[in-house]
């Protein structure tokens, strides 16, 4: 099935809250991303021009296409956002119900949405009819293992008009446990009428083309996998000079954005890619004492002119 935005490849980003800021998106299109997506930002603060909302907004044309992902409860709230958005010109507006932090949810926004799906129908149409780009959403397989409605779901968002869905494979309350299940992706696939995005679990660059087959999806999504390792959007192995340009290139980019706090916020990203690295606890620590950049390209380049 046709996808409504040109793809530059069927493996995309997934929005991960905390982790794809803009460095982290360029970093992910430089290697192939097909496509990435803002972390999930709230509507209220939208449209209540929160400093920390909007501070999330930054977005680059490096990294296009790009989906901005929202979330609420509120079909009004809803709109407006999605209005002020497009001054950010993003390719689409993804609405997210599939968040299962209990601060979301219990609010009835993130997966809280799949409880309710005239709710639901009600937000999607309200968003679809406001802006004249796609919208999709993201849902899970339903709220709890009991009460997996996913069609349902499903027919209420195409009937919204949106213009595809990305199913990870779980329910709510598994939260990140068990496996995420291709079959019922699959199974959604056969009954869409609009293009579906399977997410889930996707370890590999193989991997992803396994399940795009598999599955029938249009285009896959990667979450966990991505993290420390871009190069799984292109399906090669770096070598460790070039695993120490991209952590530079990063590192660039974040300081870049943030100042010297992006030093600090780039901690988790270099967790990630030091997995592997002999020696990472040690180096981890070496590298979290650092308080200039100069300091860590230090550190690396007597690192890996070692390895070389
Ligand atoms: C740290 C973290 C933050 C996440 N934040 C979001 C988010 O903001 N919006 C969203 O729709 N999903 C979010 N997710 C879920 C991922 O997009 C994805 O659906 C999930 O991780 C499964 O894919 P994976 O197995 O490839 O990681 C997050 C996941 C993680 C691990």
């Given amino acids: 099935m046709d996808f409504p935005i040109p793809l530059h490849s069927p493996i995309l980003l997934a929005p991960m809250a905390g982790y794809t800021d803009s460095p982290f998106r360029r970093i992910a299109r430089l290697f192939g991303a097909g496509m990435v997506f803002t972390e999930l930002l709230s509507a209220d603060g939208i449209v209540r021009q929160n400093k920390k909302t909007l501070d999330l907004l930054t977005i680059t044309p490096h990294e296009r296409p790009i989906g901005i992902q ?39 926004k993130g997966a809280g949405l799949l409880k309710d799906v005239e709710l639901l129908h009600r937000i999607a149409s309200a968003v679809v009819r406001s802006v004249s780009i796609p919208v999709s959403a993201k849902i899970r397989l339903g709220f709890t293992t009991g009460t997996q409605n996913y069609m349902e779901v499903v027919d209420a968002l195409q ?26 992706i699959a199974a959604i696939v056969q009954r869409a009428k609009v293009p579906i995005v399977g997410n889930g679990d996707i370890a590999s660059y193989m ?58 916020l780039m901690r988790k990203h270099i967790v990630h890619y030091l997995k592997g690295f002999t020696g990472a606890s040690k180096l981890r620590q070496e590298i979290i004492k650092c308080e200039t950049i100069e300091e860590i390209f230090g550190i690396l380049d007597i690192l890996c002119d070692k390895k070389a």
């Fill in 70 to 108: 929202i979330f609420g409860n509120d079909p009004i709230i809803m709109q407006e956002a999605a209005c002020r958005l497009l001054s950010h010109n993003p390719d689409c507006i993804d609405i997210n119900c599939g968040c299962c932090a209990p601060k979301v949810c219990n609010s009835g």
């Fill in 159 to 184: 009937q919204a008009g949106v213009a595809f869905i990305t199913v990870h494979g779980r329910t709510r309350d598994q939260y990140y446990s068990g496996k995420a299940d291709w079959d019922k």
């Fill in 207 to 264: 991997d992803a083309l396994n399940k795009l087959q598999t599955s029938g999806c249009s285009a896959v999504m990667i979450g966990r996998a991505a993290l420390g390792n871009p190069w799984i959007f292109s399906g090669t192995t770096p070598t460790i000079k070039e695993k120490q340009t991209i952590i530079k290139l990063h590192y660039t980019h974040m300081h870049e954005q943030y100042g010297p706090y992006g030093i600090i």
